[in-house]
Nanobody
Framework: QVQLVESGGGLVQAGGSLKLSCTWS????????MGWFRQCPGKEREFVAS????????RYADSVKGRFTISIDNALNTVYLQMNSLKPGDTADYYC????????????WGQGTQVTVSS
């Protein structure tokens, strides 16, 4: 079992930055990929970014490429999402998730942290 706890959400003006953190506990190791997803009001949850355990491989949704950066610190059991040049359209609940076998199936989820970008 892996438990995930997000933090770092809040209210920010358009053009500003926020850094989300996701700390995990429990068994997580080299087979894992960690991801960030978001759910905008009235929409389905969508993929934002992911990173392999080694930190070597990352993926981003087209909508955040060049603005968001995902990183991982295994020593601190934490994955980060640095969000720059935020837009009102980035307003959402952001969720951290873990894919145990890096097969696209995220079986572990955090409770989410809210991000609001004002215009």
């Amino acid at each position: 079992q892996v438990q995930l706890v997000e933090s770092g959400g809040g209210l920010v003006q358009a053009g500003g930055s926020l850094k989300l953190s996701c700390t995990w506990s429990g068994r997580a190791g080299r087979t894992y990929t960690m991801g960030w997803f978001r759910q905008c009001p009235g929409k389905e949850r969508e993929f934002v970014a992911s990173i392999t355990w080694s930190g070597v491989s990352t993926r981003y949704a087209d909508s955040v490429k060049g603005r968001f950066t995902i990183s991982i610190d295994n020593a601190l059991n934490t994955v980060y999402l640095q969000m720059n040049s935020l837009k009102p359209g980035d307003t959402a609940d952001y969720y951290c998730a873990a894919d145990r076998f890096t097969n696209g199936r995220y079986g572990y989820w955090g409770q989410g942290t809210q991000v609001t970008v004002s215009s």
